[in-house]
């Protein structure tokens, strides 16, 4: 059975910083990307961040490019999200996923991917 299990979410003052983790289980991802999208109350899930898992391309949406960070362990099968110079409107929670090997939806497209993770809140605090 597969899991993704986010983790490190919390409460920050704007202009802080957090580190979200997501540890898979019950296979390897080597040949998927893997990716964080957040949905804000009232708000779609929107695409955060993505990362090849065997080269290592990542991708941003436009609103964390420049503050946000995503990384990979392949050893530990562990996505991380590297979250800077955080603003009130980060606030949401954040989703971890992995989409299939036959995917073919854009990387920052949420219909692309199918595993999903439980969420971790996220708020910051002006």
């Known amino acids: 059975q597969v899991q993704l299990v986010e983790s490190g979410g919390g409460l920050v003052q704007a202009g802080g910083s957090l580190r979200l983790s997501c540890a898979a289980s019950g296979r390897t991802f080597s040949k998927n990307t893997m990716g964080w999208f957040r949905q804000a109350p009232g708000k779609e899930r929107e695409f955060v961040a993505a990362?090849?898992?065997?080269?290592?391309?990542?991708y941003y949406a436009d609103s964390v490019k420049g503050r946000f960070t995503i990384s990979r362990d392949n050893a530990k099968n562990t996505v991380y999200l590297l979250m800077n110079s955080l603003k009130p409107e980060d606030t949401a929670v954040y989703y971890c996923?992995?989409?299939?090997?036959?995917?073919?939806?854009?990387?920052?497209?949420?219909?692309?991917?199918?595993?999903w993770g439980q969420g971790t809140q996220v708020t910051v605090s002006s």
């Open positions: 996923t992995a989409d299939s090997i036959t995917s073919r939806d854009p990387i920052t497209i949420a219909t692309r991917y199918v595993y």
């Open positions: 990362i090849s898992w065997i080269l290592g391309n990542t």
